[in-house]
């Protein structure tokens, strides 16, 4: 039964239960065969005992990792890891970075020394039948008997069970073992217990002569480990900062006459199919092992805004263009925690509700999501429309209740100390507050409140979707909006989740008049993960982009109101190709009907093919 069980613990290739191995055959049989014939028999007992725990984590450590994740407190909702799929989610001038807050540590712990005053164990048990869920079938029975009644160093849970099959982390190894080194400094000391036997001796000897060969190639690989990773220190590119980036190549065209309402002439299709790119490089630097310092660089963007060339902002891209050329900063943000349950973040640029907020639509948003700008996530609460500088904090309730809030300005606006409609309160800018409840781990739900206000400059209420009297209720006259906003995400299985939200925007005129408008839009997503082949992802979205459903406002007193008199249907789907871990194929095809809200245009298709490169 020894032999066996141990030969299954070197089959998982544990790499941190073979390197104590390797020490530990050579110091205690030099060592310790002097101080009696407990040491060894202790040895092979807790050998045993351990691959049982460290075979009980095997799994989770080859399990292919998705590319899809909910954005759920269940899954961690306060503090964000710095990884590629994080970056991934960032989307051009308006970044896109749901964050990834962690869970509190894993309670269940190996022996007495190791438990917490969350988890106190029961008194020392004496037998191993005091353990409710360990029975004699079990494959490690005899090493847990051996260790409770021969040694008695392991404890069980207030509830009576051990608990065998959860995994073991390399801290509470520690301490267990440290906990039975002592067991038997005392059996040593005080020589009374005549526990360990010559056969136990012969076993451990027999296992070193076993895997003799196996452990001389193993040092090898440790020396070859070591080696490798004194090079790569001494020319990495800082001890602070890592660099992650991405590129996108896409080929598109759009079909359908241009959404203007102009003379006819000027209504046909003049798009032609184009070739466009944009690549990015992010350095993510930590002081502290906790905090990210985000520097964003885009190094080129050619992909159009396709507003002027088809005559609305419904066919707009998630990751298109803003206008500037060369290389410039994107982004620059500071995230820090505060305590276990709080994250604080501060921005100079491009401070996006969406870093700071969970906008429960990870499944269909980000680089390798959805083409359109609309199908990302709610536009009137997490798009702005405008950078932003200001600050935003995070605090995680519980598992089932988080609040995120904060408040920015345009950084455009922000960093000038004169005028009426600059500096950090006086320009456009932001508040939001956000609850985001999560019942079960499979649903998520965020109840959110956001306010806006324009008052000079480009007015974009609905960033930059839906229709022009949307964006632009009252023309250029200053104004105020108090935007609703209700978002789901329900994974009802691992390959299916449905999501989706409702906005709701109350505007107000500030400036040559007191007009109201009000504005609503809506989504149902719905996202496929392994589609076809494990890794894939296949996306639908059916949605109304913001549309002015009823306004007082008319730009002269002949004028007609300032409100839409149709519905348009955003209809979108697409799916996405791993070629690998850092290659991404992704056919799009979306259609708007009656651009504009309006029936005298004719539908609008977009289709596109991109891919995209992350590193």
């Not at 390959?495 to 989706?500: I, K, S, T, W």
Request: a negative charge; charged letters at 15%.
């Amino acid at each position: 039964m020894c032999n066996r069980d141990v030969k299954i613990l070197w089959g998982a290739s544990d790499q941190r239960f073979i390197n104590f191995l390797c020490i530990t055959q050579e110091l205690m049989f030099n060592v310790l065969w002097n101080y009696g014939l407990v040491i060894p028999a202790f040895l092979n007992g807790f050998f045993i005992f351990s691959s049982a725990a460290l075979a009980a984590e095997m799994p989770n450590i080859s399990e292919p990792k998705s590319e899809i994740r909910g954005i759920s407190p269940n899954s961690g909702t306060l503090l964000i890891k710095p990884t590629q799929a994080g970056f991934n989610q960032i989307a051009n001038a308006e970044i896109i970075k749901t964050p990834d807050f962690s869970l509190s540590p894993k309670k269940s712990l190996l022996s007495q020394r190791t438990l917490t005053n969350q988890d106190k164990p029961l008194g020392q048990v004496t037998s191993v039948s005091e353990l409710s869920d360990v029975q004699p079938t079990d494959w490690a029975f005899q090493a847990i008997q051996s260790l409770v009644e021969r040694y008695g160093c392991i404890a069980g849970y207030p509830s009576g069970d051990f608990r065998g099959n959860r995994a073991l982390s390399r801290y509470e190894f520690a301490a267990g073992l440290n906990a039975c080194l002592d067991r038997i400094n005392e059996l040593i000391a005080t020589s009374t217990q005549n526990l360990v036997t010559k056969e136990d001796l012969a076993a451990l000897q027999n296992l070193r002569e076993q895997f003799a060969s196996e452990l001389t190639a193993l040092r090898g690989k440790l020396d070859t480990l070591e080696q490798r990773t004194s090079e790569v220190e001494a020319n990495q590119f800082s001890t602070t900062t890592k660099l992650v980036g991405d590129a996108i190549f896409l080929v598109a065209d759009t079909f359908g006459d241009r959404a203007n309402n102009t003379p006819a002439n000027d209504t046909e299709d003049s798009t032609n199919t184009f070739l466009a790119y944009r690549a990015r490089l992010n350095f993510q630097t930590s002081f502290t092992g906790r905090d990210q310092l985000t520097t964003l660089l885009t190094l080129g963007s050619a992909i159009p805004n396709l507003t002027s060339t088809t005559g609305t902002a419904m066919t707009r891209f998630s990751f298109d263009s803003d206008g500037r050329e060369g290389t410039y900063l994107s982004q620059l943000v500071y995230r820090f925690p505060v305590g276990s349950q709080g994250t604080v973040w501060v921005g100079a640029r491009a401070l996006q509700p969406a870093i700071f907020t969970p906008t429960l639509n990870a499944s269909i948003g980000g680089l390798n999501g959805a083409a359109s700008r609309f199908a990302t996530f709610n536009p009137t609460i997490y798009r702005p429309g405008f950078d932003g500088a200001g600050a935003a904090f995070a605090y995680k309730f519980s598992d089932q209740l988080q609040l995120n809030a904060g408040y920015i300005t345009n950084d455009a606006q922000a960093n000038i100390p004169e005028g009426d409609s600059n500096g950090f309160f006086n320009g456009n800018h932001l508040a939001l507050a956000q609850l985001t409840i999560s019942p079960t781990r499979q649903l998520d739900i965020g109840i959110t409140y956001a306010r806006k206000y324009f008052g000079t400059g480009a007015f974009n209420l609905t960033g930059g979707t839906g229709s022009v009297f949307a964006r632009n209720p009252f023309e250029q006259n200053a104004t105020t909006t108090d935007n609703f906003g209700l978002q789901f995400n329900w994974r009802t299985s691992r390959r299916f989740h449905l999501g989706g939200w409702f906005g709701y925007t109350l505007a107000n005129q500030l400036a040559n008049g007191d007009s109201d408008a009000t504005i609503i839009n809506g989504a149902l997503t719905l996202a496929f993960p392994d589609l076809f082949q494990e890794g894939n992802v296949g996306g639908i979205i059916v949605g109304v982009p913001p549309k002015v459903t009823s306004s007082n406002y008319r730009p002269t007193p002949a004028a007609p109101l300032r409100q839409d008199q149709d519905t348009s249907l955003h209809l979108e789907t697409f799916y996405s190709y791993r070629v690998n871990d850092n290659i991404r194929i992704i056919p799009s095809l979306y259609l708007i009907t009656k651009p504009e809200h309006n029936d005298a245009n004719d539908a609008i298709w977009v289709g596109s093919l991109r891919t995209t490169f992350t590193f």
